[in-house]
């Protein structure tokens, strides 16, 4: 099982940024696809990102241009760079590996 811990999240107003990482517990973070969900309230848990073992990616049409997902496989860690943001991105954020193992979540709140 493959433990993963969230941070990054918080309060910021429209058009800003944030970063959120997520770091990995065990040996195969490497070998699998990361990705970032988000859940806001009432509505279903959706893709934002992912990233498989050899650097590619995959956006939801609403971040595209806006957010860009990373990974250092030295570090066991992904990264979420959102930038642009706006207040329909509100929700709390997830982070899986391989859908197997998934993170406690951090709150990202966008005031309009």
């Known amino acids: 099982q493959v433990r993963l811990v969230e941070s990054g999240g918080g309060l910021v107003q429209a058009g800003g940024s944030l970063r959120l990482s997520c770091v990995a517990s065990?040996?195969?973070?490497?070998?699998?696809?990361m990705g970032w969900y988000r859940q806001a309230p009432g509505k279903q848990r959706e893709l934002v990102a992912e990233?498989?073992?050899?650097?590619?990616?995959n956006y939801a049409d609403s971040v595209k241009g806006r957010f860009t997902i990373s990974r250092d496989n030295a570090k066991n860690t992904v990264y979420l760079q959102m930038n642009s943001l706006k207040p329909e991105d509100t929700a709390a954020y997830y982070c899986?590996?391989?859908?197997?193992?998934w993170g406690q979540g951090t709150q990202v709140t966008v005031s309009s």
């Open positions: 065990g040996s195969f973070f490497s070998r699998n696809t």
């Open positions: 899986t590996w391989a859908l197997r193992s």
């Open positions: 990233i498989t073992s050899g650097g590619s990616t």
